[in-house]
């Protein structure tokens, strides 16, 4: 059974890569897809942010990593998968996935969503968490893997704290209605 994992991972943090890696003991594979959203303003370009996700997911064997626009249940269909994994952290979580996950139904009534109760330890831990922490000047390497910890970095290096920087912008590529990696 494949398992799509949509998200922003803007950026992917420690909590995101605990869902993939218990995701990857549940599921016969699991797609990891960063949703390119036009109307939000990223801190990472969505290849990049594709990118360090493959390269923090490498040590596992049945995840790929890919981007989408669109409807999520649409790219599912067009991956030919019925499960939609998301994490769940706290009550406050609850209400806005429970509504994505009847939304979702009622797009498509054979998908359906799987949710994962995520660790206690990253139960606090979001992706708006770390960047505010990096706007401010704390450190974010026990919240997010290495790699990612160093892009934030550079990318706050030249911005004083508490401004946001510029978004990094990759030349720009076409996109199809989907993009498959
Ligand atoms: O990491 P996020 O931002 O909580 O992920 C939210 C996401 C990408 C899963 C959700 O916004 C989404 O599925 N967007 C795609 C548009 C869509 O399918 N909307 C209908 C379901 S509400």
């Not at 998200?7 to 890696?21: A, K, R, V, Y």
């Not at 720009?172 to 498959?180: A, D, G, I, R, S």
């Amino acid at each position: 059974m494949i398992a799509i994992y949509p998200g922003s991972f803007d950026p992917i943090t420690l909590g995101h890569l605990d869902i993939i890696e218990r995701g990857c003991k549940l599921f016969e594979r699991v797609i990891v897809a960063v949703l390119c959203n036009p109307e939000k303003s990223p801190l990472f370009p969505v290849q990049e942010r594709v990118e360090q996700i493959r390269r923090c997911t490498q040590h596992l064997e049945n995840v790929e990593v890919d981007s989408f626009v669109g409807l999520t249940v649409d790219y599912a269909k067009l991956r030919n998968a019925k499960v939609l994994l998301r994490g769940l952290r706290a009550v406050s979580d609850f209400e806005k996935e429970l509504q994505m996950a009847h939304t979702n139904h009622t797009l498509w009534d054979e998908i359906e969503t799987v949710f994962l109760a995520t660790s206690n330890e990253y139960s606090f831990l979001s992706s708006s968490v770390v960047k505010e922490i990096a706007k401010f000047g704390g450190s974010v390497d026990h919240l997010v893997p290495q790699q990612v910890a160093l892009d934030i970095c550079q990318c706050y290096a030249e911005t004083p704290p508490g401004a946001t920087p510029p978004i990094i912008m990759n030349p720009p590529t076409p996109l199809n209605h989907f993009q498959v990696e």
